[in-house]
């Protein structure tokens, strides 16, 4: 059985690009798609992922913040921050087990191997 992912996004081509690398893998499955860190709390709480991606920066709440939200509900869950700001964040400030750079999509499905190893 394929490995649950969400997704927060507020960018539709991102999420369009998610969709599209998931799709291809058999191993891991998109169970949904957040515009923003509320629906991807509410997302997360409805469909209990197996793993989470979201973006950094996001209208009504930033990806920080649910992040930090999201490890208090679902603290065995990884989640990974996905954003063109990542050589401004250290991993240990923040809630997330990895921060990969958007100048950088290629090296995301390896992490996400890493963290929801199949």
């Known amino acids: 059985m394929a490995r649950s992912i ?5 960018n539709p081509l991102i999420r369009k690009m998610f969709r599209k690398m998931f799709e291809a ?10 515009c923003d860190g509320v ?3 509410a997302f997360a709480i409805k469909h209990k992922p197996e793993l989470i991606i979201l973006d950094m ?3 009504n709440m930033n990806g920080l913040d649910a992040s930090k939200e999201l490890k208090e509900l679902m603290p ?6 996905f954003t063109l ?3 401004e964040i250290n991993l240990e400030h923040v809630s997330a087990d990895r921060i990969v750079s958007k100048n950088d999509p290629a ?8 963290l929801l190893p199949v």
């Open 107 to 114: 090296s995301l499905m390896s992490y996400v191997r890493q």
């Open 76 to 81: 065995n869950v990884p989640i990974i921050l």
């Open 85 to 87: 700001y990542a050589n």
């Open 6 to 10: 969400l997704i927060a996004d507020d």
């Open 57 to 59: 920066r996001m209208p």
């Open 25 to 34: 893998e058999a191993d891991y499955d998109l169970c949904a798609e957040a």
């Open 39 to 41: 629906e991807a709390i």
